[in-house]
């Protein structure tokens, strides 16, 4: 062998070395604990490439060395099913775990919290602020018809879904209870039910008052009485847009409106709220008692009377209980 083939012969165990050396110490920083000192999340945007990937988690401090990451992915042939989304990025993770999570697609899941008794108009500005939805909303559905409940929804989610998912839930869950209601009830339809469990959400925000309030209802219905239910009045007020932000007047009771239940007969033409599942439940299977009145104790919830001279006591009391009240000056 002559001297120029003998060195080309080290060169090529020169750069043999260097190759081993150098693909020994990548794969060491592939699956090797990372910099990141604390959790964090990282939103991958629909369409990013694998390049912007890497720099991307470099800048949030999930990998000391884009490259290796940008490398790693693409000779285990992964490069090309990285899924966008949010992910939550664990303490110490390696670049390894950090793309197959990426693969994986398991990305965080938020919650969004819709109280029971709001209106459709509140739950759609609810949505319209929550963060991580996409999207517009949709024609405003009807009062009534979304379920109060915590939905789970990862990020990028269209809210016309979320409002789709919550339409389903609520006629799920009214189908449900109606097929199992108490027999005798004075409804009608699934419908019938949905308004006064509306009312009977804004009637009190005590669950185990419900069933009792549910039940003055009915026994009003059964016995040809009307509901004069202030909540249905205050409705009437406000088209649903809002609370009332103040007490109901006398001459509030007395505004002509088809949802004023002090001036009309039966239930209103729809719901007031969007009521929960306790609320229909407690419509549908209400407790067996003969109260036919009710009225505020001073305490958060109610006393509950059988005959209109019982309750003319109860609102006595409540009446001085609200004049010894202080008053707080602006």
């Known amino acids: 062998m002559g001297p120029f083939a003998r060195r080309i012969g080290l060169v090529l165990v020169f750069l043999g070395v260097v190759f081993t050396a150098v693909s020994v110490w990548a794969y060491a920083q592939f699956v090797r604990p990372g910099p990141l000192a604390v959790p964090t999340t990282v939103i991958i945007p629909r369409g990013a490439g694998l390049d912007d990937i890497a720099a991307q988690l470099a800048a949030a401090g999930v990998l000391p060395y884009p490259l290796v990451f940008r490398v790693g992915a693409w000779l285990s042939g992964r490069d090309k099913s990285l899924r966008a989304g949010e992910y939550a990025f664990?303490?110490?993770?390696?670049?390894?775990?950090?793309?197959?999570?990426?693969?994986?697609?398991?990305?965080?899941?938020?919650?969004?919290?819709?109280?029971?008794?709001?209106?459709?108009?509140?739950?759609?500005?609810?949505?319209?602020?929550?963060?991580?939805?996409?999207?517009?909303?949709?024609?405003?559905?009807?009062?009534?018809?979304?379920?109060?409940?915590?939905?789970?929804?990862?990020?990028?989610?269209?809210?016309?879904?979320?409002?789709?998912?919550?339409?389903?839930?609520?006629?799920?869950?009214?189908?449900?209870?109606?097929?199992?209601?108490?027999?005798?009830?004075?409804?009608?339809?699934?419908?019938e039910a949905l308004i006064l469990a509306s009312i009977v959400e804004k009637e009190t925000a005590l669950p185990e008052e419900r069933s009792r309030i549910a039940a003055v209802f009915l026994n009003r219905l059964g016995k040809g009485m009307r509901l004069q239910s202030d909540p249905t009045v205050a409705y009437a007020l406000t088209g649903g847009r809002g609370p009332l932000g103040r007490p109901l007047s006398r001459a509030d009771l007395k505004t002509p409106s088809p949802f004023n239940t002090y001036l009309i007969d039966g239930l209103p033409p729809g719901p007031v709220s969007n009521p929960g599942r306790a609320a229909m439940a407690a419509v549908l299977d209400p407790v067996a008692t003969e109260y036919l009145y009710f009225v505020a104790d001073g305490t958060g919830g109610h006393v509950f009377a059988r005959t209109l001279g019982e309750h003319n006591r109860n609102v006595v009391r409540w009446r001085k209980f609200r004049e010894n009240q202080p008053t707080t000056g602006q």
Request: net charge positive.
């Open 90 to 191: 664990a303490a110490r993770i390696s670049p390894r775990q950090a793309l197959a999570l990426l693969q994986s697609g398991k990305t965080v899941v938020r919650r969004l919290t819709v109280a029971e008794g709001l209106t459709t108009t509140q739950v759609l500005a609810q949505l319209n602020r929550t963060a991580g939805l996409e999207g517009d909303l949709p024609s405003p559905p009807g009062e009534g018809t979304l379920l109060p409940e915590t939905y789970h929804f990862s990020y990028g989610e269209r809210r016309d879904s979320m409002v789709t998912r919550m339409r389903a839930a609520m006629d799920e869950t009214l189908a449900r209870l109606w097929e199992s209601r108490a027999p005798g009830l004075p409804l009608k339809s699934p419908r």
